[in-house]
């Protein structure tokens, strides 16, 4: 399989110029000034505050998580400390009463594990990442607010709709309680010319039986990595049915790539960092964190496959690999 | 595949006891009716078809053959059955597991929000197949039937409910989804069970997904289904399978039967073709040769048969000859030559001309014998034999019929060819002169001549008529021949030989003999206590008579050693008897000289004893010095054959014959019984006096007993007991008597 990886880095004011070519100009100053209202997320053009300590708690599930820390302690230097976590209790306890003792104001959690054992350290901001289900994180609060682990779905359908240009219809199946994240997605959607439609189950049978039911309304289908709905055998049977059946399908992981994905979409660690970075940064002196629960990631890494790209008559010239 | 294989296994393990106490069985069953369709095949053949006679091999190789080929038939049958079984589980196994896949995904709404309205919508596409029988859905704890179907005509169908032992296989989750297959519970039914499932990936799953990465999954039940498959149409598929198979095997079996029965039977061919020389082998007829063709191992056998009846028939031709000849002169003997008149009186009853008897008794034969010996006599004998054979045509027999008689048939001759055959045999021997040593003898003979003209007399009463006219040309003055004239005079005798024939056989097969007893007394009066034992016959008017009346005729008609037999049996009969009764006696049997051509005396007399439980030394035979001059060779090994079994011999009537002291010394004989001739008068003649007095010296000198016959009255028995006699018998000692005296005899000159 021939993979072709491509990284998308969207400026949000040339995103913004871009996306409103032709909106009269009025609507795209509204719109520029409500961006700019974002200040949590904009870059600010002063100095950002420093960070003195800045303990980066993560596990060894994947090696993104290793590479995200290692980013952050990149471009923190000596104010981040990085925490592995170990697999022995003792040690654990050990290094949170190290945490502890310094009484750290903000503290970085990378993955669902290294989330759950943050939540011993009260009151002090959290900042996550690398996390799916936020429902399994805990609630968010004023003190806990994350990174999304989804690329900006506006790049993927651009990227999607620039390898296939005829693509219109594109169905994503997710479990319950996604619905903002979907509206938001369906409106990027929309913005490429394509109409997403999104249903919802309960199970990864359901899944299957779903979207073979309405596969055959849908030019593609997106693979929202929701793991309560997705189960291997699902994902098997929705690749086979789709690759059977010419469906092009964007995926969440490379991985997928191999059982018949058209196109993933994976967040760039750098990115993560980054926009961690930011919120720990617009947190400080403050007894909460500023902006929405999950922050938006920039950047996306795409990978394309040629093959399949190929079978469903796709041109993958070298301007869509950007 | 796992789960899929221990379902396999498990409806193995279960198929296969099943199957193999089925195949137990029929093979059982099929090994009994065999054995007994065998053994009432084999008992018809062998009571109506070949009785009393051998299977053949041919037919025992062709049963079996028959026999494989119906076990490899129902092997074969059984075999068809168990595949076609197996391959239908095996398809139905594999049908239920595509439909429980399909129907997993089509229930998939009854198992969502949507509920189960969605269900209709899939009820047409399953009332299509025909080979669903029903379906259900249950719910996560397996008694809840969600939904179901059921196809038309199985509303009847009473499906059990999921098992509790089913929903505990159900619920272990492996690798691969667990089935649970139920063959059992419906008939004609195919049952199978599965889990309905759905699976959700770990929270942080799907970082950085991996698509082996391990242990990401949960799995949970949410339901059951349960699918029956109509198995009647596998079934019927099985046994149309069956039935073209096993008739298709059937036909195979049967055309390779057919050729291996003709492969078998030309194989065996050579083997066959022995049976039919060996029956005729079996039957006496040494005449087959065996065709020595085919397989190596046929050819050893026909020669190595082949060999054994040229032997067989060599031996045979030697055996017939001797027991049709006369060893000393080669010519036929008695039975041969009577068998040959038997067939020359058939012969009359067809176109045959009349044949002649010619009865030859040599004259002064005795003479010779006594004066040069009895070998000399014996060559003498054989060169007459030789004359004789010259002399006769081809197709005449001539054969030695006594000690110094022989017998002439002469076919296809009239009374004068007749008479002039008997004129050229007496001119011949008169030619002729034997020489033995210093000696020469003229040789002459009597011939009596009788005509076989016609089928009124018998064989024996033709041979009486030929010997009559021998003694009438004897009596008219020897070297002459004489033609049998039926005189009233002959007729009489011969009608009265050929009555004394018939009442002698009557007396042998019914036991007509009586058995009289003479003491015989020791003048010692000690030691076993003696008799003679003393044949007698009642005449056909019932009057008991001596063997002087009735022993000519029994040595005319061949009876004398059935006589000798029957004599030595009831005489040891009667001792038995006395022994029984306390008594031990010895008794003295005579023996005709005919005896001693029969072999077989010895053991025969050896058994009788062991038989009546008489010691041997408890018997004595007497012989007459002429009977065991004429056979000494076989009389004295007789002898000394009797005498290792304690028996005793005496030599009887001692001194009327050759009476040569050599024949006392060369003879193992323990008695010498002198002839009566010398008693009779010796108180008058001194001669008789003289003789007795020499016997008694010579058998005193050679160990031997006397013993002095005819003693009528006191003076004889003194005079006896002074030239020292042994024992006495004669009137005056005991008269023959019917029943055996219950004491001693007392020797009456000792009591006065």
């Known amino acids: 399989m021939e993979i072709l990886t491509v990284t998308t880095v969207v400026n949000r004011s040339t995103l913004g110029a871009r996306r409103f070519r032709g909106v009269p100009g009025i609507i795209a100053v509204i719109v520029l000034m409500s961006l700019s209202a974002c200040a949590g997320l904009m870059p600010r053009s002063s100095a950002p505050p420093s960070l003195k300590y800045v303990p980066i708690v993560y596990g060894a599930e994947a090696p993104v998580f290793r590479t995200i820390a290692a980013s952050m302690k990149r471009k923190l230097g000596s104010a981040a400390t990085l925490y592995p976590l170990s697999r022995d209790p003792a040690k654990e306890k050990q290094q949170l009463r190290q945490i502890e003792a310094r009484n750290p104001p903000q503290v970085v959690a990378i993955g669902l594990r290294a989330m759950r054992w943050s939540t011993a350290l009260k009151g002090r901001q959290i900042v996550f990442c690398e996390i799916l289900d936020r429902s399994q994180a805990g609630l968010t609060n004023e003190k806990v607010k994350g990174v999304n682990v989804i690329p900006p779905p506006a790049q993927l359908f651009a990227r999607w709709r620039s390898l296939s240009p005829a693509l219109r219809k594109v169905l994503v199946i997710t479990g319950p309680g996604l619905e903002q994240q979907i509206a938001a997605a369906k409106k990027a959607a929309r913005e490429n010319g394509i109409r997403l439609v999104h249903r919802v189950v309960r199970t990864d049978k359901e899944y299957v039986y779903a979207y073979k039911r309405a596969a055959s309304r849908y030019q593609g289908l997106w693979l929202l990595p929701d793991n309560r709905v997705l189960s291997r055998s699902a994902m098997l049977a929705v690749m086979s049915y789709s690759v059977r059946h010419g469906k092009q399908v964007a995926v969440f992981s490379p991985e997928l790539l191999s059982l018949g994905g058209l196109i993933s979409a994976q967040a760039v660690p750098d990115d993560v960092a980054d926009q961690v970075i930011g919120r720990l940064r617009a947190g400080v002196g403050r007894s909460d964190l500023p902006g929405p629960a999950v922050a938006e990631l920039t950047r996306s890494d795409f990978r394309i496959n040629r093959e399949v790209a190929q079978q469903l008559d796709l041109v993958v010239g070298n301007g869509t690999g950007g | ?752």
């Open chain 2, 1 to 752: 595949m796992n789960k899929k294989s221990d379902n396999n296994a498990s409806w193995i393990n279960r198929l296969t006891p099943w199957f193999t106490n089925i195949l137990a069985a029929v093979r059982s069953k099929v090994v009994r009716a065999w054995s007994r369709a065998v053994q009432i095949a084999d008992h018809l053949h062998q009571r109506f078809l070949r009785p009393h006679r051998p299977r053949s091999i041919v037919k025992r190789l062709l049963y079996l053959q028959s026999l494989w080929a119906i076990l490899i038939y129902l092997l074969a049958v059984s075999g068809i059955w168990y595949s076609s079984n197996y391959l239908v589980n095996e398809s139905l196994f594999g049908r239920g597991n595509d439909w429980l896949s399909k129907l997993d995904e089509l229930g998939t709404p009854i198992y969502t929000s949507r509920g189960r309205k969605s269900f209709q919508r899939i009820r047409r596409l399953l009332s299509e197949s025909p080979e669903l029988a029903y379906v259900r859905y249950f719910d996560a704890g397996g008694h809840k039937v969600l939904a179901q179907f059921r196809k038309h005509g199985k509303n009847k169908i009473g499906i059990p409910p999921i098992s509790p032992n089913q929903l505990k296989r159900l619920r272990s989750t492996g690798g691969t989804k667990p089935t649970v297959v139920d063959d059992q519970s419906i008939d004609s039914v195919y049952r199978i069970i599965a889990p309905v499932w759905v699976k959700s990936i770990r929270a942080d799953g799907l970082i950085n997904y991996r698509l082996d990465a391990p242990g990401v999954e949960h799995t949970r039940i949410i339901g059951f289904i349960d699918v029956g498959l109509d198995r009647t149409r596998y079934l019927q598929s099985v046994r149309t399978a069956l039935i073209y198979g096993s008739l298709a095997i059937a036909l195979i079996l049967f055309i390779a039967n057919y050729f291996g029965r003709i492969i078998v039977r030309r194989a065996l061919t050579p083997l066959s073709r022995l049976k039919d020389p060996l029956a005729k082998l079996a039957l006496g007829d040494t005449g087959v040769e065996v065709e020595s063709v085919g397989d190596e191992e046929i050819a050893a056998i026909s020669q190595a048969l082949n060999t054994t009846i040229k032997a067989v028939r060599e031996r045979d031709e030697e055996l017939r000859k001797i027991a049709n000849h006369d060893p000393l002169t080669g010519l036929v003997n008695r039975s041969y030559f009577m068998r040959e008149v038997e067939s020359a009186l058939g012969a009359l009853r067809g176109d045959a001309r009349n044949s002649a008897l010619l009865f030859i008794d040599l004259d002064q034969f005795k003479y010779v014998n006594d004066t040069v010996g009895h070998g000399a006599g014996d060559r003498m004998l054989i060169q007459v034999a030789e004359a004789l054979s010259h002399r006769i045509r081809e197709h005449d027999v001539v054969a030695r019929f006594g000690g110094d008689e022989f017998i002439i048939l002469a076919r296809d001759v009239d009374q004068s060819g007749a008479i002039g055959i008997a004129r050229s045999i007496l001119k011949r021997l008169q030619k002729m002169r034997f020489v033995e040593g210093e000696h020469s003898f003229n040789i002459h003979c009597s011939i009596g001549i009788t005509m076989i003209s016609s089928s009124r007399y018998s064989v024996d009463e033709l041979v009486s008529q030929a010997d009559m006219a021998c003694f009438e040309a004897k009596r008219r003055g020897r070297n002459r021949y004489n033609l049998f004239e039926l005189s009233d005079h002959d007729q009489k005798n011969l009608v009265a030989d050929v009555g004394w024939s018939q009442v002698i056989r009557n007396a042998i097969d019914l036991d007509g003999f009586v058995l009289n007893f003479q003491p015989m007394v020791s003048a010692d009066d000690d030691g076993c206590e003696m008799y003679e034992v003393l044949l007698r016959m009642p005449d056909p008017e019932g009057k008991l008579v001596g063997p002087s009346l009735f022993f000519s005729a029994a040595e005319r008609f061949g009876m004398m050693v059935e006589i000798d037999y029957w004599v030595i049996e009831h005489a040891l009969m009667a001792m038995k008897e006395q022994r029984a009764n306390g008594r031990d006696i010895c008794l003295s049997i005579n023996l005709s000289g005919h005896v001693f051509e029969d072999q077989a005396l010895g053991s025969r007399i050896v058994e009788a004893l062991e038989a009546n439980d008489v010691p041997g030394d408890r018997v004595i035979f007497e012989v007459t010095e002429q009977s065991a001059v004429r056979y000494m060779d076989s009389a004295a090994s007789l002898i000394r054959s009797l005498r290792n079994h304690g028996c005793r011999f005496a030599l009887d009537d001692f001194g009327t014959g050759f009476s040569s002291y050599g024949y006392i010394k060369n003879l193992p004989i323990d008695f010498i019984k002198i002839s009566g001739e010398f008693i009779q008068e010796i108180r008058s003649d001194r001669i008789d006096q003289v003789m007795v007095r020499s016997i008694v010296d010579v058998a005193r000198a050679l160990g031997k007993k006397t013993i002095a016959e005819s003693v009528e009255d006191a003076t004889t028995l003194k005079m006896l007991q002074q030239m020292g006699v042994d024992y006495y018998q004669g009137r005056f000692c005991g008269e023959p008597v019917a029943d055996l005296p219950k004491e001693r005899v007392p020797l009456v000159a000792n009591q006065g």
